[in-house]
């Protein structure tokens, strides 16, 4: 357990101990007096027709859906970019020696070679590479997302309407995709 | 590392809570006195000179009020939820500098390694760094974190639990559409978020904010020069992922009466609250961090800042030119919260995934494509300003205006309100 952890930790144990301090204090202080009406859902003085635990609109599924695709995508983003970052600043052989020794150390900690500046490119431009066919990939992806209208909020929602036949025969496009 | 020292930490923790919370207190007055200003009225004025008592005030309210738990809700998540909410929101202000920091010395290379004991070795040099560094005190709870940014990445997708359990285990029909609204919008912002970032840490190489901090002070510029697209992109995903104004419909009050928080009340009521001012704080100190150069300003600090004033000195000025820049950004927030209107929710949702995602992928491929090639750093600049034009001109072009949309609309029948067929 490195100096790193116990800092989080003791920041997580003081936080937890601020907030029930001020939850238990406060329990003492402040009234209780409940009434039947009190425990009502609140719903501006209707009385609610049912619970709130329904079926909610597979449109939020879908934003979920997409939302886990892209954020993967992201995460592999975050250690190329440090990667290539250092890489590149490697690359420029302008660089004086212990500049280099410490970008190096950045990209690959502990290696005991210190590579120059030709190396340090070609593997920039294999990390370049790489990631122009990740991102053809990833853009192929989303065009595709965005033609077959996952990316629209509206559209979906049409599909759900029902249309009746008189109306269909006058309005001479209705997109009805199901999602 | 940094020697770990268990009164610092602790003395350090409680203080910046402590200013942590005052600030969010008083951060809703200044809500307040602002709205007052904008909407032409006096605000908040009664309790103590020009109303600066009020906070404390509010908050004794919010602690002496019944705390209502209605008899239909889910109790655990009920009550689980705000602690989510408000320990997400602390958390991630764990790794963001506060203050003067310095990036940790990194692991030495050494290219023929000597015999250990040899004077003045690589070894030697790292362990005398590593003192130094250990040595002198970093304003960030948890300094020297070298995925800093993945991090505050990770916790701030967490948040998203708080809103939801709020939502869903109040069993009311307002508090689940204003959380299933909210978790969409915040997970929506959140891919844009990540990609504007990524400019900032191919340009340091680095994902510790210190780091990122340094390498701006070093090469004497801002990133935000640099790249303003990716600065745009941010601001607007951190205006989202904060519920503000004008991406507030989460709770927006007109349609939802209080969104994911409507049967909340006394202290659960005043956490959740809490925690959406702590999000501002920890993203206005990202920003000034990441795109406006930390405490760096020019003409008040130099690169060897404790040579001239001292260590205490320069701790204090650091911290105050981060401090000013911060405000800065809560100023924005404020204002800008009563100029933009809100937007509708498929606008909400269209901006994130055709406007924001594809402008900050386009954005990433040019920082690379200039990186990798060796063009000069202001066609990062040029690039940005290029593509924000052409993002406008299409947008433009392809989305017609109010009342001729391009787009397809079905027509109803003159006579007849929406809705009924």
Redesign the interface.
Known sequence: MTALVVCLLVFVTVGAMLLSANLVVGWFVRPDKPTAEKGEAYECGEEPVGPAWVQFDLRFYVVALLFVIFDVEIAFFFPWAVVFGSANQLADPSLSEPQRVEIANRLTPGQLRLPDAAAAQAFAQFAFFEMLVFFAILLVGFAYLWKRGDLEWVRSLESHEPVSVAETARVPHVESEVV | ????N?IY??IF??VL?GAVLNTVAYLILAERKIAAWVQDRLGPNRVGPWGLLQPIVDGGKM??????I???VDKVFFLLAP?VA??TA??AI?VVPVGHTVPPP??????N?PAYNAPDTPVQRFEAMQKGYADQFSFA?????DIG??YVFAVG?LAVYGVILAG?S???????IGS?RS??QI??Y??PL??SI?GV???????NPERIVANQIDGGMWNVFYMPLAFLLFLTSVFAECNRLPFDLPESEQEL?GGYH??YS??KLG?LLLAEYAHMITTSFLMSCLFFGGWHLPGLTTTNDSALYGPWGTAIIHAAVLAAKMFCFIALFMVVRWTIPRFR??QL??LA??VM??LA?LN??CV?LI??FGWPWWSMTVASVVLFVLAGAWGVWSGGNVTAPKR?V??L?PGLPAGV?
């Open positions: 590392m940094p020697t770990f268990w930490t602790a923790i409680a809570v602690f002496l009020k019944e705390d209502v209605p008899a239909h602690m408000f320990g602390m958390l764990a990194l692991p030495m290379v050494s290219v390694p709870i948890a300094p020297g974190l940014i993945l997708s869903w109040a069993n009311n029909k307002y508090a689940l299933l978790s969409a997970i929506s959140e891919i990540g990609m990524l840490v191919l340009l340091a190489g680095s994902l009466v409507t049967e006394s202290l956490m929710f498929d949702m269209s995934w055709k995602i594809p992928l990433l491929v690379l990186l990798q397809k079905r027509k029948p067929v």
